[in-house]
């Protein structure tokens, strides 16, 4: 096999340059070095998509597995907040590196409620014999299935990969789900018509979890509720965004997500942001109009990233003027905003590179300052809610948040 396939190389755009970018951009493609500055307007963002169309509902034909040829890295992510006081993840991560090698990893954790003191679980097991059902809904691997139902209304996840957590879920979709958007992604590259990279989100928002986390010390309930996830970064990682902000926030009514990442200064140092609000039955709000500040920063010596103490959350509803919009499906936003504010304390710092497989490392490793590390939350803050009517709701909920810096 030739290094860099023709159906992923030769396709793309930048592999063709005859300017002064061509050098490095081609550099940066095979070997993942720090890309030119081509400028925010080489990325076309789903915030622009958004302004005509808020959201859209998904349908099960969304769920599918893209599984691209070239370079990305695709992931199925079930985020559990148990009634038992536990906060969980299982993951499914698809990866190809230059269309050279596809590798899967199932990952899962366990961060156990505070009080009791104990160390978080974490798993990660490179899967093997890795397929899609024909339909590309599902996903098979030894010992791993990932399954969507006939009607596209729940996901079954169970997982032996591990002795130390075996995995075995239910996630049944309680609010509809969305991507913001028409289509739920930004395009990168300097020709909109032929984008040589993208970023999508899909969310099923507010989940009903059913399963149990065995351990070797035993069997962990982990009824409850949750968020799923599908993302796809149709390219490098570390070339769509340098900084991430992720807040899964659960209550007894209401079901908040917010998804924030920045660009490298190659795409302008761009902002963007997705999220939506849900309850048992309903969608309240989902696009692109929201927006997480970092507060008392503190810079943390071990590893040199600026720290957050405290974080503010908001949502910012539509007004009915923009209800109308083609595609969306959707009613006038109820919520006119929303607030999860609040200091946190971090429950666990990942230093990804020492986490993920070799071959990842591959992507990462003629970038200069690419230092990936994620801090993770579980505070328990309340949300503020405000109605299109005025009326203000105040409930608490368990947070799992993220805060992400790459470069």
Request: charged share 20%; net charge negative.
């Amino acid at each position: 096999m030739t290094p860099y396939q023709p159906s992923t190389f030769l396709r793309d755009p930048r592999n063709h340059h005859h300017d002064e970018l061509d050098e490095a951009a081609v550099l940066a493609n095979v070997a993942g070095t720090q890309e030119p500055i081509y400028g925010p307007s080489a990325i076309q963002t789903v915030t622009d998509q958004a302004k005509d169309v808020p959201y859209t509902e998904l349908r099960k034909e969304h769920l599918k597995w893209r599984a691209m040829e070239s370079t990305n890295v695709e992931t199925q992510t079930f985020y559990i907040t148990s009634d038992s006081g536990h906060i969980g993840l299982a993951q499914v991560i698809y990866s190809n590196v230059a269309g050279l090698r596809t590798t899967c990893q199932f990952n899962s954790k366990i961060h156990y409620p505070p009080a009791q003191k104990k160390p978080n679980l974490w798993n990660s097991n490179p899967l093997s014999n890795t397929r899609f059902s024909p339909d590309k809904y599902s996903f098979h691997a030894d010992k791993c299935t990932l399954t969507l139902s006939e009607d596209g209304s729940s996901y079954t996840i169970k997982s032996t990969t591990s002795e130390n957590n075996v995995v075995d879920l239910k996630f049944s979709r309680r609010a509809p789900g969305f991507v913001v958007g028409r289509d739920g992604t930004s395009y990168y590259g300097t020709d909109p018509g032929q984008p040589w990279g993208e970023m999508r989100h899909a969310f099923w928002p507010r989940c009903r979890v059913e399963g149990t986390f065995l351990t070797r010390e035993g069997a962990v309930d982990m009824t409850g509720r949750g968020l799923f996830i599908h993302a796809l970064q149709g390219m490098k990682p570390h070339h769509a965004a340098a900084r991430w902000t992720f807040i899964d926030f659960q209550s007894p009514t209401y079901s908040a997500v917010m998804m924030q990442f920045t660009t490298p200064p190659s795409y302008g140092a761009t902002v963007v942001n997705v999220g939506g609000i849900a309850t048992d039955d309903a969608l309240l709000y989902a696009g692109a109009s929201n927006t997480v500040s970092h507060q008392r920063i503190k810079q943390d010596s071990e590893v040199d990233w600026p720290e957050p103490g405290r974080v503010v959350f908001e949502w910012a509803g539509t007004a009915g003027a923009e209800a109308g919009a083609p595609g969306t499906e959707m009613g006038m936003s109820e919520v006119r905003k929303a607030v999860v504010e609040g200091d946190i304390e971090r429950n666990d710092r990942v230093d990804v590179m020492a986490e993920v497989p070799k071959f990842v490392k591959q992507i990462v490793a003629g970038a200069a300052g690419t230092r990936p590390y994620i801090y993770q939350y579980i505070p328990t803050l309340p949300i503020k809610l405000t109605t299109q009517d005025g009326q203000e709701h105040t409930e608490e909920g368990r947070i799992f948040m993220e805060v992400t810096f790459i470069s």
